[in-house]
Every structure is written in C-alpha cells, then in structure tokens.
C-alpha cells in the first residue's frame, strides 16, 4: 500500500474516534477561560455534554463538530459564582416591596415613597423597607408629617434597614388607636413631639402595634419571591447559593419544586433535622446575635457598653442536636459572631470532632470575631468559617466603637483564617448587603468600602489575594456541601457552571472591579442570563 494512502486511511479513521471523544452538545468559544490546571486565563474554547465540561481546548480543534456554538463574547469565563451565605426569598421581597435601601438623602428617600405612590393607585398599604439616616447629611428621622403629604388616606409604614423601627404616617397611628393616651409598651417606645402626639417613629416592641395592619404573607407570595429572588441572582452572575434561611422542610419542598434555575442549597429549622440531607440540607441554628446591635456574644464587655452580648442557644439543647446530627452524618451551620459565641459553639463542635474520623463539614456562619487560640480549632476540626467580606466594609464604620482596637486585630481575620489552612466560604448575607458577586469580591481584596474608604486599625493584611477571593466564592462553597468533585472549578468531568464577566477581575484595578459587568450565567452548560 501506498505510504500517503495509508496516512490518509488513518487519519479518516482517527476523526470519528477524536471528535466522539471532543465533540458535545455544546462548544463555548471566542472566551478566556480560568482554567484549573494552570490556573490562570487561556484562550480556550469548552465543550459540553450532559450538561458536563466534555473538553477544553483550541476552537481549531473543534472544526469538524457540528454542535451548536455559543460566541463568549471575549467574556473571562471563572467557575460559577456561589454565594454560600444569603436569604433569597428576602433578595425577592426586596425588589417586590418598596425599597428604600441606599438614599443619600431624607428628600431622596421621601421622592421613592412619593413615586411608588403614584405608580401603584390601588393599594390598601405601602410597606417598604431599608431606609437609613446613615448617609444623610441631616440625620433626623423624617415624620408621619412627611408622609401625609404623600399619602394620608391609606397606611403608610416604612422599617428602618435594621428593623428596630418604623416610621409610619397618620393613617397608621388612626386605624392602630394610638393616640395622645397610648402607653409605651414594654421594651417599646412611641416617639413623640412637645404637644405630646406621637411623631410616627415607632422603636422596638412599639412596631407591634401597627403590625396588624401588614397583610401576611400567603405561600403564594413567598414562591413569587424566591423565584424573583433565584432570577436576580442569575442576573448578578451567581450560579449558586446557600440559603441560610433555617426553613421547615415542607417549605423547602415547595421552593425545591419550582425548579429554578439556580443551585441551592438548602438550611432547616432544628425542629425538621430529621431532614437533613448532606449535600443539600443542612441544619442551621444561632449561636448569638451581631456586633452592629451588640448581641453578639463576647468574651469581654462591649467598647461602648457595659455588656457582653447574648448567648441565645442552650448548651444541653444543643448537644443533643448537635449527637442527632452526627449520628446522621449530617451537616450543621451555627450563627456565631462574637469571639465567646465562637469559642462556645467550637466547644460543643469539639465534644464531637475530637478524633473522629467522619467527614461532617461542620461551619460556623460569619465568625466575626475569633481568637486567634479559636482559629487554630477551626483548622483542627475541620470547621468550615462562613464569612461575609462586604459585611466588613459596611460594619468598618462601626466596629471599633463596639469592639475596640485591640478586638479587631482578630475580627473579619479572613487572612489568618487561610494562612492557618482553614477552609473559608464567601457570602454576602443579602438582603442585610446587597448579594452582588463582583462587591463581595472587591470586599474581599480591598477590604475598604465601595468608595475605597477604610478606618483606623482596620487590617488591611486581612484583605485576600485576587486568587484567594476567586477560590472562597467558587471552590470551596463547591466543598461546603459536599460537591468539589462536580462544582467550583473550571475541569473536565464537572458542571458547566461559569460566570462570564467582561474583564479579568485577576488583574484589573480595584475600582474597576466595581464598574465590571456580567456578559452571561451559565449553569449546567444553558445560558440562563445574557447581558443585552
Ligand atoms: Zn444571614
């Protein structure tokens, strides 16, 4: 046989061999990818098959497949976003509800009011939520005054961001019967003007007396907002959360049944533990409350208050769940947020870690505040710290007030935490901050707020590297629930899950990393979000 025969005949032999193996259903081109193995940006085109990375490889290689072609747009293509702490149901509401979040002004926040007001003629109520004088340059609460202008024939109640307040109209405080008389309830208290008539500013428990005219919500409106909730997240560029809403698990079966495009992974209430399911369901309880509202539990009185905080669960409660898990094999996620929170919630985890040769992942959510002692036992127990980065550049304006300055030396210590091998998945809690993929990345790797302020003592060798930051929203979230092998990396073998973004947030300046945009959410090798 002729010799050129003979490499012609192999080489039609050899195609169909080679394009089985490289062709899929699917080729992504025209992009630059984050691939594993180099761990670095490469012009690659990527296959998929059963919603799987079949190949990486050069788009010359994939001449001869047929399959539909996706154009990238010379989008950076990183593993699929996850945002391994946020309550999406809340992200939902926000956007259905009057959203009062962000106002540089007193006017600002009236000028919303006035035009949802005009938008929406047929409402029974306004409720919005999220105002704040933090930002204003006059501080002083707006009025019920303020408001009647706008509306003073149906109900108006607006909560401040943290939910210790509303401010609500005289509509409100007439169909509530507060009046010149009405007493401040216990723990509450009804602002009120010289004249003595209530001002519309009503704190704690006094909230309660308006409560009642708030429709509660129906299943109905709570499947609207999750799966609002699970659409805005595609938008942002996440292809993942984990909720840590502590559900009942008849409620998770409902939000599991709308079948969003989204991953989620779920958190129980402990009363349903017996649900659990690792992987997919964790339990999910708290240890004590925030250092912004000083609940959360600390070894030494507050900088600005003579207190240490709450602890909220009981020790023997606790245990038990926490041998009901184990027993199960089940996963646990605990609140804690002071350094005694922490240290409390690590001696229950311990009692049952110690030597164990289970792979339980256990986490503890925020972990604000860790001593340096309690963070070498995240390491030596496998204890996952799930924490916050844009929560350390909303809570930098306050923090030293409350913890002092020699706490933060070991607060927000995400550097520390990593440098000591433990492992560290990032969330953003939305909606407390807003759940934006690229603000919690540039929180993690400036560690300043978005105008690129930062305080006095506030650690700035905390901040994470560019490749660190990618890993605690992508590889290790992937981890946290069991599933390293099938997510958070860009490898053969694993979901098509990415996040294209229109710059290389590796390598970009700081700011810019704000102002870069979402080109398109890929989940399981569908584009479920296209930049227009
Ligand atoms: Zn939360």
Redesign the pocket.
């Known amino acids: 046989m002729n010799k050129n025969l003979l490499i012609i005949i192999m080489i039609n032999l050899c195609i169909p061999l080679f394009s089985k193996n490289i062709c899929g259903e699917k080729i992504l081109f025209n992009g630059n990818i984050f691939v594993e193995a180099t761990r670095s940006i490469e012009n690659k085109a990527i296959s998929i098959k059963d919603q799987r990375i079949n190949y990486i490889g050069e788009l010359d290689e994939f001449k001869i497949c047929k399959e539909e072609k996706v154009d990238l747009k010379k989008g950076y293509v990183f593993p699929g976003f996850v945002d391994a ?3 999406l149901k809340g992200v939902g509401y926000r956007q259905l509800k009057l959203d009062l979040s962000n106002t540089s002004s007193k006017e600002e926040m009236l000028q919303r009011v006035k035009v949802y007001n005009d938008k929406n003629q047929n409402m029974q109520i306004i409720f919005g939520e999220g105002w704040i004088e933090k930002n204003w340059s006059d501080k002083t609460f707006p009025t019920r005054f303020d408001l009647d202008e706008i509306n003073s024939d149906i109900p108006i109640i607006l909560e401040r961001a943290d939910g210790h307040a509303f401010l609500v109209n005289s509509k409100a405080l007439t169909l509530s019967n507060i009046d010149l008389v009405t007493k401040n309830p216990s723990g509450g208290e009804i602002e009120r003007l010289s004249d003595g008539r209530a001002n519309g500013i009503l704190i704690d428990t006094a909230k309660n007396l308006v409560q009642q005219l708030i429709p509660a919500q129906t299943i109905e409106d709570e499947k609207n907002a999750f799966a609002l909730g699970a659409k805005i997240y595609q938008q942002r560029g996440w292809t993942g959360m984990h909720d ?1 809403d502590s559900l009942f698990v008849e409620k998770i079966r409902i939000f599991e049944n709308l079948d969003l495009d989204l991953k989620i992974h779920f958190s129980l209430n402990q009363e349903d533990y017996e649900h659990c399911i690792k992987g997919r369901r964790s339990i999910k309880i708290y240890a004590d409350g925030a250092i912004g509202s000083r609940g959360a539990a600390l070894f030494e009185n507050y900088e600005d208050k003579d207190s240490k905080g709450l602890i909220i669960y009981d020790q023997n409660e606790v245990r038990q769940l926490l041998k009901n898990l184990y027993e199960r094999d089940c996963q646990i996620q605990i ?1 804690a947020i002071g350094d005694r929170g922490n240290s409390m919630t690590l001696d229950l985890y311990q009692e049952f870690l110690e030597g164990t040769n289970k792979d339980l992942r256990w986490r503890i ?1 925020h972990a604000q505040n860790v001593t340096e002692k309690d963070q070498q036992r995240f390491k030596k127990y496998n204890v996952i710290a799930s924490m916050q980065p844009s929560h350390a550049i909303g809570d930098l304006h306050f923090a030293k007030d409350r913890l002092g300055l020699e706490r933060l030396d070991y607060a927000y210590a995400w550097k520390s935490f990593i440098e000591k091998g433990v492992v560290i998945v990032g969330g953003s ?1 939305a909606p ?1 901050e807003f759940g934006d993929p690229l603000q919690e990345y540039y929180a993690a790797v400036t560690r300043k707020d978005l105008t690129g302020f930062h305080d006095e003592g506030w650690n700035l060798q905390q901040a994470l590297s560019r490749e660190e930051a990618l890993d605690i929203f992508t590889k290790w979230p992937a981890y946290a629930i069991f599933q390293e092998e099938d997510l958070g990396t860009i490898e053969v073998g694993k979901y098509a899950d990415f996040s294209v973004f229109d710059k290389n947030i590796l390598t970009i300046d700081n700011m810019d990393i704000l102002d870069t945009k979402v080109v398109m959410t890929i989940i399981n090798g569908e584009v479920v979000y296209t930049h227009e």
């Open positions: 702490h946020a309550h840590a609140h959510e809690d407390v």
